[in-house]
């Protein structure tokens, strides 16, 4: 009877030892940026979402974070070559002049109207650090400016030389 008790309580624990020490299941977001499920026994600073008891739930729940994770939108930047862009990023950056727009199609309609009113820069005249006299191109005037707006660098210029004559000595 020891003996029959005995075999029936190994063969439980080999039985159930798979599931009684089943590690669980979390949804990561590697360095790359791709979402993975991969199997641990606790959660890693990379996960954004579990535990889940199978690779499957962990599976179904990654399409839906992983979309969620990756919902950035469109903004549209005036790059430093002057150049106008659409681009794809999560929150709006330092050279953003329009956004956020849902999809692509839509953030390239409104470019086209937001860098026509972009590249109405102006000209102005400043004096720098150096008290010398210089044309620049900005969207408004400055604390240096001395005068300023005009429609094109010829204009500016023009007004440069009288403006900032050199004193005779």
Known sequence: MRIMVGLCLVSFLFVSAPYVYAKTWFV???????CRTIEADE???KSIGGPYKSEAEADKAKEKLCTQASAAKWYIIKDT???CRSIEAKEKTPKSIGGPYKTE???DKAKE????????AKWYIIKDTNNVCRVIEADDRTPKTIAGPFNNQA???KAKEKACKKKEK
């Open 28 to 34: 990561i977001k590697d360095s790359q940026g791709i």
């Open 43 to 45: 959660k890693t600073p």
């Open 81 to 83: 070559n002057n150049v």
């Open 105 to 107: 199609a839509e953030a």
């Open 113 to 120: 109207k937001l860098c026509a009113q972009a590249s109405k």
């Open 155 to 157: 204009d500016a210029e």
